[in-house]
């Protein structure tokens, strides 16, 4: 990566770059945001993504301010690949905002990792979201009527960054506000914006978060001893030792300074948080609206063995996010609870991957069965969901392979039938195995004795949430924000990216690879 134009510096507020790959040999979608005078924020956020990896593992990037400069050190991969302990200890300051991103608009590309950056008239911004925008080329517009870079920038002292995402949009509308205050601009773009969001940014001195107004991501803030964080999962806060204070309100917009926090309402509240969170993308430890995911995860095991009991030996889950339901099958059934799989730890989620071939490929690598196991056994394995079919084409292969007499598929969640758009990448219809096929031609394709799902009503109980407070999109069809086009349904969320290099104006950025 080399830099493009000149680096920033000399103004005395000016953001300052920092690139991995101009750091020589000192190697550098959950949010996270800190505000915390006197901590190490940039550690805090650290420990944060680290608790978060599992909602993104394309990107990662911390952004710092010390009230004067906001620092940003982006790149793409692991959170632990992305920094070490000399990239974070001159990431000085008091508060700081962090991404780990995976991506669901725009490629998955250096110029689209978060932190984004833009200068203000007044200083500058970095913001990171989980979610999705669905009205983005509206938005696409309202940028396109601001003032040009060259209008509005210095470009020899401040580069500009290409993204080509929801995420840029948002933060090149927020940056504009000559005449008013980053505060009274965010109240007047958040109403603006259509799908699922959960913001942090910041500015120099202040910290930001918000939430869509159908709270379809999560979000929480937290209290250290001496200052606030906002994190897209409660795991996040126990991790640096924060306590939970409680959910960012569907509708809210969060402002954390030296004057302690202020909450603003953008938007009346109408709940539709994701259910596939308690399926699949949270962590088991998270609670949401009040319900511990793991124990909704084993609930909907119990549930799926009263509706699809079967006689065999042993129940194994499909890890990790298949265990809990895998647990709660067995408990219901009565049926041994063993483990079938050896799953390699240092693999990460295997459908959020950019590519089916590496999608195919990442799954025979996390993946071993135990043929002692499995042998001459009738075996019940049980998984959080089926999306394209890889993994359980792959894992019935290597249960006969391993020996296995007869081989049940249970899966926790109902077939995934619809593209979600508000922050999953589930990609288009024609790739969901389940929107052409039966349950039991996907069987037959899978190779499965027998495939049982849950139903929709059995999966939306052991949330213990109103149904009506649910988003169910990629089960039902059903949008709870509606889609400004028809025609979505048949792409693909990246190839609906709202502006490349080149077309529409540049955003400016801090550095350029
Ligand atoms: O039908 P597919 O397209 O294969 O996608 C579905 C699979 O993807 C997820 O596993 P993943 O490996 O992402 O994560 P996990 O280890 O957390 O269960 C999920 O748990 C299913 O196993
Ligand atoms: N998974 C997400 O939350 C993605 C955030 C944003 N839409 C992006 O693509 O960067």
Redesign the pocket.
């Known amino acids: 990566m080399s830099s493009q134009g000149s680096r920033p510096g000399g103004d005395g507020r000016l953001t300052a770059a920092l690139d991995p790959h101009d750091q020589g040999p000192q190697d550098a979608c959950g949010v996270f945001g800190v505000w915390a005078p006197g901590e190490d924020v940039s550690k805090l956020t650290y420990f944060g993504l680290y608790a978060l990896q ?1 909602r993104g593992q394309e990107s990662a990037g911390i952004a710092v301010s010390n009230g004067r400069q906001i620092l940003v050190y982006k790149d793409m991969g692991l959170v632990s690949q992305v920094f070490d302990e000399t990239t974070l200890a001159s990431l000085k300051g008091h508060l700081a905002v962090g991404h780990a991103r995976y991506s669901t608009t725009g490629a998955s590309t250096w110029q689209n990792a978060q932190p984004t950056f833009r200068p203000t008239a007044d200083g500058s911004i970095a913001l990171g979201h989980n979610g999705n925008l669905i009205n983005t080329h509206e938005l696409r517009e309202m940028v396109d009527a601001l003032p040009g870079p060259d209008d509005e920038l210095d470009l020899h002292t401040r580069p500009v960054e290409v993204s080509t995402n929801d995420t840029g949009l948002v933060t090149a509308l927020l940056a504009h506000h000559p005449d008013t205050s980053l505060e009274q601009r965010a109240l007047e773009v958040l109403p603006l914006l259509r799908g699922a969001f959960c913001f942090v940014w910041m500015n120099e001195n202040t910290l930001y978060a918000a939430r869509d107004p159908q709270g379809i991501r999560p979000l929480v803030l937290g209290r250290l001893d001496r200052g606030w964080v906002v994190a897209s999962e409660d795991a996040a806060l126990a991790t640096i030792g924060a306590s939970v204070v409680r959910e960012v309100e569907p509708g809210e917009m969060i402002v954390i300074d030296e004057n302690g926090l202020r909450s603003h309402r953008f938007a009346e509240p109408d709940r539709k948080g994701c259910v596939f969170e308690y399926v ?1 993308l949270a962590r088991p430890d998270a609670t949401i609206s009040g319900r511990s995911v793991h124990e909704s995860r084993v609930e909907m095991g119990r549930q799926l063995a009263r509706e699809f009991p079967v006689e065999a030996d042993l129940v194994i889950p ?5 265990t809990p339901a895998a647990a709660g099958y067995a408990e219901e059934s009565g049926i041994p609870f063993g483990q079938g799989f050896v ?1 390699n730890a240092y693999v ?5 991957q950019p590519s089916q071939t590496l ?1 195919q490929l ?2 025979r690598l ?1 993946l071993n069965a135990l043929d002692h196991m499995i042998r001459g056994k009738r075996i019940v394995v049980v ?12 894992q019935v292969r290597m249960l006969r392979e391993a020996g296995a007499a007869e081989v049940h598929v249970r899966i926790s969640s109902p077939p995934v039938k619809w593209p979600c758009f508000y922050g999953i990448d589930f990609a288009t219809r024609a790739e969901l ?1 389940a929107n052409g096929l039966s349950p039991e031609e996907i069987a037959a394709s899978i190779g499965a004795d027998s495939l049982g799902y849950i139903s929709l009503e059995g999966m939306v109980d052991s949330t213990k949430q109103a149904a009506s407070q649910l988003c169910q999109a990629c089960f039902t069809g059903e949008y709870p924000v509606e889609l400004p086009d028809e025609s979505l349904l048949g792409k693909h969320l990246l190839e609906t990216s709202i502006a490349s290099p080149t077309h529409g104006k540049a955003l400016p950025v801090l550095n350029n690879p």
């Open positions: 599992h699949y499909v890890p990790e996010s298949g799953k990460g989620r295997t459908f959020i999608r990442g799954i996390k998984d959080d969901s089926i999306v394209r079919g890889n993994t359980q084409r792959a195995i």
